[in-house]
């Protein structure tokens, strides 16, 4: 039943049920340490980036770093803002936090559990570095845990960063990849010391996120229901990703899928020397939609060509028949290539947007 | 159904069938001028003020003219924007459009259906001075018509100011009175010189609004349920508002209410003399909680005590209770003041607070 919380002008942070579940489920299922008044609720992610990058340089902070490759959509919309950015190459074990530490910036936006795009997983002595630096320079570590749910690794999943070091990082996660992301439902954890900054950038943004939509996600996650789904989402799209596993190793043999069996898509690198623009090009005329890695680059140079490929919205049949389609464009390639045999019906709906 | 539209990242500017549904609806009962896509959805008025003042110091304009008396957290949070506020008077007709010229600003924000607080309704002579202003100064109009839907006069509500001026007014509705103003769901109608304008500035701010709220709200309007609430809560809140009416003519007869009949609240003028704050004092001590009117009075200098009365979410029994322990806190302050006879267990939520 919703009542006057919910219906009445909201509270700007959120609805108190919703905080109270979050930061219960966010201990429980991300290890992340935080209590109800520390949680912020957003409209996506997309808004806690808005108001972080507004709340950056009220702290002296007009930079600040991303990691490269990264999310070009994430790059543009924070130098909309006004912020600066600056590209941190990211390596087998994630940011690099040598070249973090040389760039100056006191502020850093990374995804630890699935690096975006490459999809690595930030290693236990890469976040213990990236911690550190934090606290040397006294700097903010901003962590986008976008699919964090989803992780197919025997092992266990790593807690979130924010774990580490709760005073220095503004945890942020999402319904997008959990549920969808039409509910713009997305919430911050954030640390004492910026928490009157934010709410009162918030409140001069709106007066709060929709009232209904926050009760029905505070009953998902406190009936069990959220956690349910979850698991039937998440052999669902692991079934996929080892159906598309099977399907590179098979077709595109000189391919490799690189980083942890975890989120919604996979990062193939190519063999040098493979045009990517070509290949993603000859791959829609087959009704395939991949993106090159070139998309993610941020800095120049030349690196390994790879493709960024989503299956969170395909049928298993269909990411076979899509991986088959990148092999017959990548034989175009080819000295003696084939012709295309056929068009496939297939469109894939890939890249992870802004949370 | 929800499909891609309302479930993938939606549009920033709203669901096409939710504008495309708020164009014909505002076209049907406000007289509004617009196309779908000129209508924008926001987080309710909040997000498009929010917006506007962050839009109009990049056309040169710096202050906003506001209605006196008027909306004080309206006028806040305005100020909190960076935007420079100038009050300027209220009379019978509207709000004073020589002393808008004079003050030299080229922005104004007024409530022409149901003026917040004073109840008037703007004169169809100073709707058209308004606009020559507006033309002549290459002005914008902001009409937060933010109880539109409530009129219970005999004569026709007149349509919205914008229907006279579409391209120097940007007119704001919301659900926030019409429904709750938990769903945190409001809309601009954006003149076209506007429009790229505020769309780059929403994209900065969020990607835009709850695509399950915005396809349920489409649906409420589309099927005519919006049409058949508004009758059954306009013939509720008219009740109420001549049951406030005969209490206050039997109990307080040295009071006036003035403006039209129509919206959620009553503004009471009370006679000289009358000692506001110790009267507004008085009736909390006996539950009854009403604002007065100073405190919506923007310029200084001393002006006629009244109260501001919400009748929304009152019964009838307690609107006449309410209404005599006002008598009774107002007999405090007369000559010969009988004692309370008793505290009434009556709690009056009022105030319409920012769509």
Redesign the interface.
Same mark, same amino acid.
């Given at each position: 039943m919703?009542g006057t919380?919910?219906?009445?002008?909201?509270l700007v942070n959120g609805l108190p049920a919703l905080r109270e579940a979050l930061a219960g489920y966010l201990g429980r299922v991300r290890n992340a340490r935080t209590t109800p008044d520390r949680v912020m609720v957003?409209?996506?992610f997309?808004?806690g980036l @808005?108001l972080l990058c507004e709340a950056l340089p009220l702290l002296g902070i007009r930079t600040l770093a991303l990691e490269d490759p990264g999310h070009s959509g994430q790059r543009r919309?924070i130098e909309? @803002?006004g912020m600066h950015t600056v590209p941190i190459p990211v390596d087998a074990e994630g940011i690099d936090v040598d070249r973090l530490r040389e760039s100056g910036v006191r502020a850093v936006l990374v995804t630890p559990a699935h690096q975006f795009p490459t999809g690595i997983t930030m290693s236990p002595q890469r976040r213990r570095q990236l911690v550190d630096w934090a606290e040397q320079v006294d700097g903010l570590i901003i962590e986008d845990d976008y699919d964090g749910e989803f992780w197919f690794e025997p092992h266990p999943r790593p807690s979130a960063l924010q774990s580490l070091a709760p005073g220095h990082t503004v945890y942020a996660g999402t319904a997008?990849k959990t549920l969808?992301?039409?509910?713009?439902?997305g919430w911050l954890v954030i640390p004492d010391h910026l928490s009157h900054l934010l709410t009162?950038i918030r @409140?001069?943004?709106?007066?709060? @996120?929709?009232?209904?939509?926050q009760r029905a996600f505070a009953e998902l996650i406190n009936t069990g229901m959220l956690d349910r789904h979850l698991r039937r989402v998440r052999s669902r799209y692991r079934s996929r990703r080892e159906v598309l596993l099977q399907a590179v190793a098979q077709q595109l043999p000189q391919a490799k899928v690189i980083g942890s069996s975890a989120g919604l898509h996979a990062f193939l690198q190519l063999p040098a020397g493979v045009d990517e623009s070509a290949l993603v090009a000859a791959a829609l005329r087959r009704s395939v939609l991949v993106y090159g890695a070139q998309r993610y680059q941020f800095a120049p140079g030349v690196r390994p060509a790879g493709l960024v490929v989503g299956y969170s919205s395909l049928p298993l049949a269909g990411l076979s028949a899509a991986i088959f389609a990148v092999r017959d464009a990548l034989d175009e390639q080819a000295p003696g290539a084939r012709p295309a045999l056929r068009e496939l019906p297939v469109t894939e709906r890939t890249g992870v947007?802004?949370g």
């Open positions: 919703a919380a919910e219906l009445d002008y909201p957003t409209a996506g997309a808004q @808005s919309f909309q @803002s997008s969808v992301p039409g509910l713009r439902l009162r @409140s001069r943004h709106d007066l709060g @996120s929709d009232g209904i939509t947007l802004l």
